[in-house]
T-cell receptor, first 113, second 115 residues
Framework: SAVISQKPSRDICQRGTSLTIQCQVD?????MFWYRQQPGQSLTLIAT?????????ESGFVIDKFPISRPNLTFSTLTVSNMSPEDSSIYLC??????????FGSGTRLTVV | KQEVTQIPAALSVPEGENLVLNCSFT??????LQWFRQDPGKGLTSLLL?????REQTSGRLNASLDKSSGRSTLYIAASQPGDSATYLC??????????????FGKGTKLSVIP
């Protein structure tokens, strides 16, 4: 299975600022996924990032708030823009693994104050 | 719309006990089901992946079963250890159509194993 390095592992940010989260994969993958896990809730898919095309966002998530870059087949970033306390969550990236399951990064725990 | 429910939401057991975690889903048209472990504030570690054509998978002290027709899966943990304390999540992948690569997650079962 692929190994994902996700950074930062945690951060505390001021409201109104932005944070960029990075995921580096040790092998080339076509699709990368970004999830949000709000406190006490299940994971929700934010968007799917394909190399060479714009990300596909799920209902309730917009590009202006969560811009995504996918410059190559091993790397992606998610930016959380103009943050508010409601953005405090764990953000995770994910890639497909063998046998059609998924591998996840170690997560970014974001607190907005 | 697929919905995944995990019961119980929390479970506390003494070390050494065998235990079962439950996962149910509303739409039986799934491609596979995956069990994950999540430590506090961390990412997800894949435990077991069951394809829709399979009935169970085993890894060490873990055994996961799948009854697709009834929309249920169980994760059995034998001889529990304090290191097993974590939140366990199940996720189902849709079998076909738009968004078939998406996972739908339950809210998890928080397990505490008391020494």
């Amino acid at each position: 299975s692929a190994v994902i390095s996700q950074k930062p592992s945690r951060d505390i940010c001021q409201r109104g600022t932005s944070l960029t989260i990075q995921c580096q994969v040790d092998s080339q993958v076509t699709m990368m996924f970004w999830y949000r896990q709000q406190p006490g809730q299940s994971l929700t898919l934010i968007a799917t990032a394909n190399q060479g095309s714009e990300a596909t966002y799920e209902s309730g998530f917009v590009i202006d708030k969560f811009p995504i870059s996918r410059p190559n087949l091993t790397f992606s970033t998610l930016t959380v823009s103009n943050m508010s306390p409601e953005d405090s969550s764990i953000y995770l990236c994910s890639v497909p693994q063998g046998n059609y399951g998924y591998t996840f990064g170690s997560g970014t725990r974001l607190t907005v104050v | 719309k697929q919905e995944v429910t995990q019961i119980p939401a929390a479970l506390s057991v003494p070390e050494g006990e065998n235990l079962v975690l439950n996962c149910s889903f509303t739409d039986s048209a799934i491609y596979n089901l995956q069990w994950f472990r999540q430590d506090p504030g961390k990412g997800l570690t894949s435990l077991l992946l069951i394809q829709s054509s399979q009935r169970e998978q085993t890894s060490g002290r873990l055994n996961a079963s799948l009854d697709k027709s009834s929309g249920r899966s169980t994760l059995y943990i034998a001889a529990s250890q304090p290191g097993d304390s974590a939140t366990y999540l199940c996720a189902v992948r849709r079998s076909s159509g738009a968004g078939s690569y998406q996972l739908t997650f339950g809210k998890g079962t928080k397990l505490s194993v008391i020494p």
